[in-house]
């Protein structure tokens, strides 16, 4: 049956109320776009943007919030705004920064979702426009001493068209007739400007904008924003004498950046309406593949868990590594399925045959790297021969059986039948296509799990002894609700059995084989 959705915005950010429409309207649900609460909540569904600024608000159990408002200023958050998210269905946000705002003020996963704003390429009505504004800035700046003084700076230099409370087809009309879009912040620690930015991408227009310490939270971004130090009046003015010299080229950029944001919020948002239930488990097999390539590091993490993205940002995360926001689903170990199920069936789509996938609680020692390039080596020499390489072993299954041993450029390389552990591994295209027929409706926890699932595969393992990674103690097991350090000694039990097993293998067959 067809949902009947509303979303009630304010003005200024309707460009954000077109984009949800435009992913509602997908699954063929009917919308209804409103500038207040309506009398009678008869919808199915509710998503309200800016709710600290209306009075009256949906019921609870119907209500998703979207909150907008930047959380290094305190002017919104009353206790009231608290409240009416906290008692929401649900709340979305669009900047990690702020859910680790709302975490420490009691509004934490599993209650958020991260929905980056994203952009459409269907915003614009892509007829040709005179440029008859070189650069524009709307937004307030009457009562922002920062801004006048910015804006008095470049106009110094350049002609500088200043907008203030216009709104809707009005400021698309001028943003399609400018060259540049200016962004100043309103305040000198703010978080990037996302809306603002994804309606000018939309509308093909590129920005020029003062940094921000979560800037790098937004990728594909270069080339469409041209960004400057934050407060830096003389590298404001070499940024947008840059930008207009070649406008054209940077408005071809907006393009692709549009392009990768308007499928990077069509996947999350598919993500939140599969975690909260109002799409089934089954939409997963209609989401468009994920971008990956040969030998890819996808490194899989829940960007609410902000605790554990951060750690994993500041002490594992390396440039090659691409980081996925893993699906969710109660319970979580069908969430965590249906994120190896999506990687690997995108993998395999593009003709991947070998991929790495680590989570973001994954330990890496200080030779990580150096062992890795071995273990690489080692598995090239034996293409074909194996299913998966594990990084470690959570739980050694009893009826384990160790197949060879073999001894390489000084590891100790153990095949096994069996292993059971999703921290640090590498798939083949065998193990990729199981992972790829795992089905999200078996809810059969002891046998359905992904790691027990692949452990009952019978698939040809290849650990080393010791093992490649560790696991981090300190987090918080977002799967099963409990602290790593219960899997302490599960992996220490599990390292030592696998030894012993090992050093029994060698006493019946002799020494491990060696390859030079």
Avoid at 93 to 99: A, F, H, M, R, V
Avoid at 131 to 159: H, N, T
Avoid at 175 to 185: E, G, K, Y
Avoid at 358 to 376: K, T, V
Wanted: hydrophobic share 40%.
């Amino acid at each position: 049956m067809g949902l009947h959705w509303c979303i009630i915005t304010t003005p200024h950010v309707l460009f954000i109320a077109h984009t949800l429409s435009e992913q509602l309207k997908k699954f063929g649900w009917e919308v209804e776009i409103r500038l207040e609460c309506p009398d009678v909540f008869n919808h199915d569904y509710y998503i309200v943007l800016c709710a600290q600024m209306f009075d009256k608000l949906p019921p609870g159990e119907k209500r998703i919030i979207y909150q907008l408002e930047q959380s290094t200023s305190s002017r919104w958050f009353s206790d009231r705004y608290f409240s009416d998210m906290n008692n929401s269905f649900a709340v979305l946000d669009y900047s990690l920064t702020n859910i680790e705002f709302l975490s420490k003020n009691g509004i934490s996963f599993p209650h958020v979702y991260y929905l980056p704003i994203g952009a459409s390429n269907n915003y614009a009505d892509h007829s040709d426009r005179d440029k008859s504004i070189d650069i524009l800035f709307y937004g307030d700046f009457k009562s922002c001493p920062r801004r006048q003084k910015m804006l008095e700076i470049a106009e110094e230099r350049f002609v500088v068209t200043r907008i203030d409370s216009l709104f809707s087809n009005d400021i698309k009309e001028l943003i399609q007739s400018s060259r540049v879009v200016l962004n100043i912040h309103y305040y000198e620690d703010a978080q990037l400007e996302m809306p603002r930015i994804q309606e000018c991408l939309s509308l093909g227009v590129p920005v020029v904008s003062e940094s921000t310490a979560d800037q790098d939270d937004y990728a594909k971004l270069d080339g469409a924003v041209t960004f400057f130090e934050c407060g830096n009046e003389n590298a404001m003015i070499s940024a947008i004498s840059t930008v207009l010299a070649d406008w054209q080229t940077s408005a071809g950029a907006t393009q692709r950046a549009a392009a990768f944001w308007e499928d990077r919020f069509s996947f999350m948002f598919s993500r939140f309406l599969i975690g909260t239930g109002i799409l089934p488990t089954d939409a997963l097999d209609h989401i468009p593949a994920l971008e990956v390539s040969e030998d890819a590091t996808i490194a899989l993490s829940l960007p609410e868990t902000t605790d554990r993205r951060r750690m994993f940002d500041r002490e594992t995360r390396q440039p090659a590594m691409q980081v996925f926001d893993g699906m969710r689903r109660r319970p979580g170990w069908i969430g965590c399925g249906m994120s190896y199920k999506y990687l690997c069936r995108s993998a395999r789509a593009a003709g991947v045959t070998k991929l790495t996938i680590l989570e973001d609680d994954a330990l890496l020692n200080p030779d990580h790297f150096e062992r890795l390039s071995i273990i690489e080596s080692y598995l090239q020499e034996n293409k074909g021969a194996w299913d998966v390489f594990s990084g470690v072993i959570a739980h050694l299954h009893d009826e384990a059986r160790i197949v060879d041993v073999e001894h390489y450029r000084g590891m100790d390389f153990i095949w096994l039948d069996k292993m059971t552990s999703t921290v640090f591994n590498i798939y083949s295209d065998v193990s990729m296509d199981w992972i790829a027929r795992w089905n999200q409706n078996d809810h059969h926890v002891e046998s359905n799990a992904i790691d027990r699932y692949l452990e009952n595969a019978n698939l040809r393992v290849i650990v080393t002894d010791p093992f490649l990674v560790g696991h981090r103690e300190e987090l918080h097991s977002t799967l099963w609700g409990f602290q790593n350090t219960q899997y302490r000694d599960m992996i220490a039990e599990s390292q030592s059995r696998l030894r012993t097993l090992k050093n029994e293998w060698l006493a019946r067959n002799g020494r491990a084989r060696l390859r030079l």
